[in-house]
């Protein structure tokens, strides 16, 4: 079993960065593949990024992709989002996600879930 903490969440002006971290506790976190989810008030949970145990394969829904970059550090068992030139329909609570294999775009593959960090980019 792995536990998931996201950090690093606020407020951001559009066109501003933030590096969201979500940091893993438990059993060899280079087991697991992890994914980047986001829920807007209203909306339905959404595929953000993803990236396998090796950080050799990693995924970006359309309305990230050249803005937003998944990478891991196994050895601190952390896997970062840098979200770049933030928009404000990027707004919303930031969840990472884990299983122990690579488990595509669709939160309900996902085993392991965080609690979740807010993200609010003002216009």
């Known amino acids: 079993q792995v536990q998931l903490v996201e950090s690093g969440g606020g407020l951001v002006q559009a066109g501003g960065s933030l590096r969201l971290s979500c940091a893993a506790s438990g059993r060899t976190f280079s087991s697991y593949a992890v994914a980047w989810f986001r829920q807007a008030p209203g909306k339905e949970r959404e595929f953000v990024a993803a990236?396998?145990?090796?950080?050799?394969?990693?995924n970006y829904a359309d309305s990230v992709k050249g803005r937003f970059t998944i990478s891991r550090d196994n050895a601190k068992n952390t896997v970062y989002l840098q979200m770049n030139s933030l928009k404000p329909e990027d707004t919303a609570v930031y969840y990472c996600?884990?299983?122990?294999?690579?488990?595509?775009?669709?939160?309900?593959?996902?085993?392991?879930w965080g609690q979740g960090t807010q993200v609010t980019v003002s216009s």
């Open positions: 996600a884990a299983n122990t294999y690579y488990s595509g775009t669709s939160s309900g593959n996902y085993r392991y």
């Open positions: 990236i396998n145990r090796s950080s050799g394969s990693k």
